[in-house]
């Protein structure tokens, strides 16, 4: 798939203002610093659709961007930065949980995690909530140009073993990519590309 528009729709804190338009609809999540912002832009070709910068925590609310008018791409606040105060991570837990157990078009979220961390708590939980409440989602492993290709392979390893003597029985379908280098952008694209084509045909 090429992203031939990408424009953005409404940002809130509000699932029930979350635009009505049923579209399918796949959500970015992921830490704070994660590279969230940079992955949506190298996907959308656009380098200022999602801030970007190196300090965390900027997301804080649900932002809507229609992509080439089929489809919702979904930036969600970035959860586990420390340093936002406790209160504010509780109303974003909150209105972050509602998103997920109420918007019924999302199709797939994206758990995006640093290739060069290991498995995180607050991660490994978020995942779990997903799979509690039988969300589908996808692991994305970002940063893949901060490693050497054996380096990002026994990192990957370890997050599947972490996760399947965990809770999971297998580890779930994974992307790699780069901001940096696009690497992983056509196959992500044509996997939500896919879905969005069995979807208008019925399947
Ligand atoms: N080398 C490299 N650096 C990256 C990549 N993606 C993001 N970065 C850097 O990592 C930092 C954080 O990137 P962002 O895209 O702003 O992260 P974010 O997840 O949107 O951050 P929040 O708004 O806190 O949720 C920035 O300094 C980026 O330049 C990547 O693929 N490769």
Not at 129 to 154: A, H, V, Y
Not at 174 to 200: H, P
Request: hydrophobic share 35%; aromatic share 10%.
């Amino acid at each position: 798939m090429k992203i031939k528009s990408a424009n953005f729709v409404i940002s809130n804190s509000d699932v029930a203002k979350c635009p009505k338009e049923r579209l399918p609809e796949y959500a970015f999540i992921g830490r704070s610093n994660v590279g969230k912002s940079s992955l949506i832009n190298m996907l959308t070709g656009q380098n200022k659709l999602a801030k970007t910068s190196g300090r965390p925590g900027k997301t804080q609310l649900i932002n809507h961007f229609k992509i080439n008018n089929n489809w919702f791409l979904v930036d969600l606040p970035g959860y586990g930065y420390a340093k936002v105060s406790k209160s504010i991570k509780k109303n974003f837990q909150s209105f972050i949980k509602n998103y997920f157990l109420q918007r019924e078009q999302l199709i797939c979220t994206f758990v995006l995690v640093d290739c060069r961390h290991e498995p995180q708590k607050i991660d490994l939980e978020f995942m779990e909530f997903l799979g509690e409440n039988e969300i589908p989602f996808c692991i994305i492993f970002t940063k893949s140009d901060k490693l050497k290709l054996s380096e990002l392979n026994r990192n990957i390893q370890v997050y599947t073993k972490k996760m399947t003597t965990t809770i999971w029985e297998e580890m779930p379908q994974y992307f790699v990519t780069s901001a940096t280098s696009s690497n992983g952008k056509d196959e992500l694209l044509n996997f939500i590309d896919n879905i969005n084509q069995g979807l208008e045909e019925g399947l």
